[in-house]
């Protein structure tokens, strides 16, 4: 299986005519054999670059993929500004983040909302990207204290879930990370990979594939996508700059 690049825009570009220059200019980038990178704009403008998606030739589309940053626990109903899976998948959308620690922190989001959003994703058969990380004051505690943080996250937000092989990447992001310019140690990086895949497998009996997410960019992407035991990247910043992200896709 390839390696995965994933953009989260976040809240970036300011107008739609950025968004969907930014789209056609790394659609136009050239792509490993096998490697799949999955774009993640602002809600606001995911129909129309899904639409920019459909008109890239075959070709151009193969290995693309456009994603939403979040996805709702509820297909539809009385939920003001949320958007849920069908929604996603009728605009062709087949990724989904969820547990961003951004949302976590300025949303309020909890393991618990996180768990039911994975559920009806799962259950409507997008792919899911589920944001695990944590902090700096608990990562100063040591590297074991982390793992067992980030593996009650995992508990808790994949409670109850029948979950397939090939349905979840699990991004670490350690939050001290995230758009900082500090970046976690590849061989911890290694470290957290194989506790987080080895622990899945043995507890929930399936294969998850694992991302570092964390200020990479393309002086620093290889030494974390080249580890065997990662399978790709989750990029912020970097990923607003075409050129920059044509780099680290092409770092796998
Ligand atoms: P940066 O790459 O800007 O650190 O952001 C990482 C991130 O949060 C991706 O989801």
Known sequence: MGKLI??????HP?????????????????????????I??????????AREFKRLTPDRRKGLAVGGQDVFW????????????????????????????????????????INKKIALAARDGLKIILCVGESLSVREKGAAVAKKFVGQQLLKDLKNIPLKTGQLFVAYEPIWAIGTGKNDRPED??????FIKSSLKKTRRISVRFLYGG?????????YVQLKEVDGAL?????????????IINSV
């Not at 961003?100 to 618990?112: A, L, N, V």
Request: with cysteine; aromatic share 8%.
């Open 74 to 113: 509820e297909e539809q109903g009385a939920y003001t500004s949320e958007v849920g899976p069908a929604m996603l998948r009728s605009l062709g959308v087949k990724y989904a983040i969820v547990g961003h620690s951004e949302r976590r922190r300025f949303e309020k989001e909890t393991d618990g909302t």
């Open 40 to 49: 993640c704009p602002p809600f606001i403008y995911l129909e129309e670059i």
């Open 189 to 194: 990086t290694r470290d957290m990979a194989v």
């Open 235 to 247: 990029v912020g910043g970097a990923s607003l700059k075409a050129e920059e992200f044509g780099k």
């Open 215 to 223: 200020s990479v960019n393309s002086k620093n992407a290889a030494d």
């Open 6 to 11: 994933a953009a989260n825009w976040k809240e």
């Open 14 to 38: 300011k107008t739609e005519a950025e968004a969907l220059a930014l789209f056609k200019a790394v659609a136009k980038k050239e792509r490993p054999d096998g490697a799949e990178v999955v």
